[in-house]
C-alpha cells in the first residue's frame, strides 16, 4: 500500500492550494484519512481529518478556511485550503488508516509535499 500526495507549493498570502493524497496498491477498503503538517522544528500536527462516511474534524486554526474531503471510489483524500496565511507554511502529510487485500489493518503516511506561503 502507497500514499502519494501531491499538489504543494508557493502561493502568496491570501491564496489558494488543493492538495490530494491516492491510496494505491493491494487494498480492501480505506477507512479514516487524514492531512498532518510539520513545519521547521515543530512537531507534526493534526490539520484535518475524515472518516470513511465523510464526518470531518479541524484543527481550530484552519477551521473556515480548510476543506477537507473525500472520494472513496478512488480512494483519494483532498485538502482545500483558502485564505493561506505564512503561518500554514509547512510540509504536509497524508494519512490513511488502510485494509489491505490480505485483511491486515495499518496506518500508512504519503511522503509530505511543501507548502509555502510568502509573498
Known amino acids: 500500500v502507497q500514499l502519494q500526495a501531491s499538489g504543494g507549493g508557493l502561493v502568496q498570502p491570501g491564496g489558494s492550494l488543493r492538495l490530494s493524497c491516492a491510496a494505491s496498491?493491494?487494498?480492501?477498503?480505506?477507512?479514516?484519512m487524514g492531512w498532518y503538517r510539520q513545519a521547521p522544528g515543530k512537531q507534526r500536527e493534526l490539520v484535518a481529518a475524515i472518516t470513511r462516511d465523510g464526518v470531518t474534524n479541524y484543527d481550530d486554526s484552519v477551521k473556515g478556511r480548510f476543506t477537507i474531503s473525500r472520494d472513496n471510489a478512488k480512494n483519494t483524500v483532498y485538502l482545500q485550503m483558502n485564505s493561506l496565511q505564512p503561518g500554514d507554511t509547512a510540509v504536509y502529510y497524508c494519512?490513511?488508516?488502510?485494509?489491505?487485500?490480505?485483511?491486515?489493518?495499518?496506518?500508512?503516511w504519503g511522503q509530505g509535499t511543501q507548502v509555502t506561503v510568502s509573498s
Open positions: 496498491g493491494s487494498i480492501f477498503s480505506v477507512n479514516g
Open positions: 494519512n490513511g488508516a488502510v485494509r489491505n487485500g490480505l485483511g491486515q489493518f495499518g496506518h500508512y
